[in-house]
C-alpha cells in the first residue's frame, strides 16, 4: 500500500471538519468524504458486490468519483 492511500485513509479514520476536496462551489470535509464513502461500500455490499470483484465506475473526475475510489473494497 502507497503512503499516500495509508495517509489518505488514516484521515477516513481519523475524521475531522477540514475541507479533503472541492469540486467547482462543492466541498467535501475528511468526515463527509469517509460517511459517504462507507455508505458506497455498504451500497455494494447489499448489492452482492464482495471484495476482490470488479465493477466499473462512469463518473466525470467530481466528489462523486473520488467517494466511489475511496469506498471501493
Known amino acids: 500500500m502507497t503512503s499516500a492511500r ?12 477540514r475541507v479533503a476536496l472541492r469540486s467547482g462551489d462543492r ?3 475528511w468526515a463527509a468524504w469517509g ?3 462507507q455508505r ?6 447489499t448489492s ?3 471484495a476482490g ?3 466499473a465506475v462512469m ?9 466511489a475510489l475511496a ?3
Open 53 to 55: 470483484d470488479r465493477i
Open 35 to 37: 460517511d459517504a464513502a
Open 6 to 17: 495509508l495517509r489518505l485513509l488514516h484521515r477516513l479514520v481519523h475524521p475531522s471538519d
Open 59 to 67: 463518473a466525470s473526475t467530481s466528489l462523486e468519483l473520488a467517494i
Open 40 to 45: 458506497y461500500a455498504a451500497a455494494l455490499d
Open 48 to 50: 452482492g458486490v464482495r
Open 71 to 73: 469506498g471501493h473494497h
Open 27 to 29: 466541498a467535501l470535509t
